[in-house]
């Protein structure tokens, strides 16, 4: 499947391998890097997660081009949050130096909260990831969807202003990808996890990374 994905165009792979292995299994892990390393050169290998030592192991001896940092318990059924970073970030400020030494980028899964982003480039990041699972929750009401696009917006623009990359990632579709992206026309990347495997079902793997492409105006 990562195969398929990367020859339809995606220009690279996310994997969240959760302590259960639900979503991928820690094996599958060398696999994609070494799939990446012999066919697809160009492609972005982004590994994310809570970071237990495990986590930050397995990170370090497979070399992402990125590692993508939440807040989620092992137990969550699912990422529903970001950061606490003015909280957190003398947390987290030490563990993005690790993963920066070794050579990979870091995000953190952020909220869309503009005041919050000073303490996020606090700890030294390259980008950050803002959680779009409230957008994608407003799909049948076109009045609040524009403001969870605005308050996305708004937040992407404090970033920007201090540096940082801007990701996004969680209950993103084709129907909603458009208007985020018209708002951040400079979002680096979005991460597509359970929209892009349903699609998938219906459409198959290389005509849904089309779709999705489409939708993000490429």
Not at 28 to 36: F, G, H, K
Not at 107 to 127: M, N, Q, V, Y
Not at 199 to 216: I, N, P, Q, S, W
Request: with cysteine; proline share 7%.
């Amino acid at each position: 499947m990562g195969r398929i994905a990367l020859e339809a165009g995606a220009q690279g792979l996310t994997v969240h391998p959760r302590p259960d292995q639900r979503h991928i299994r820690f094996t599958d892990v060398p696999e994609l890097r070494a799939l990446m390393d012999d066919e697809f050169h160009q492609a972005d290998y982004n590994i994310e997660g809570y970071p237990t030592d495990d986590f930050l192991d397995l990170c370090e001896t497979n070399q992402p081009e990125q590692v993508t940092l939440v807040p989620d318990d092992p137990s969550q059924p699912t990422s529903d949050h970001g950061w606490d970073f003015r909280l957190q970030h003398n947390y987290l400020a030490p563990i993005v130096a690790r993963l920066k030494t070794a050579g990979m980028a870091v995000s953190l899964f952020a909220d869309p909260d503009p005041e919050s982003i000073k303490w996020a480039a606090d700890t030294g990041c390259h980008r950050v990831e803002l959680y779009t699972g409230p957008y994608g929750g407003t799909y049948d009401n076109p009045d609040a969807a524009a403001r969870e696009v605005e308050l996305l917006g708004q937040t992407a623009d404090a970033a920007h202003q201090l540096g940082l990359g801007v990701n996004a990632g969680h209950d993103l579709t084709v129907a909603n990808l458009p208007a985020l992206v018209a708002r951040i026309p400079n979002l680096v990347e979005v991460s597509i996890g359970h929209g892009l495997t349903a699609d998938a079902l219906e459409y198959g793997m290389a005509e849904t990374v089309r779709r999705f492409l489409k939708a993000c105006g490429h």
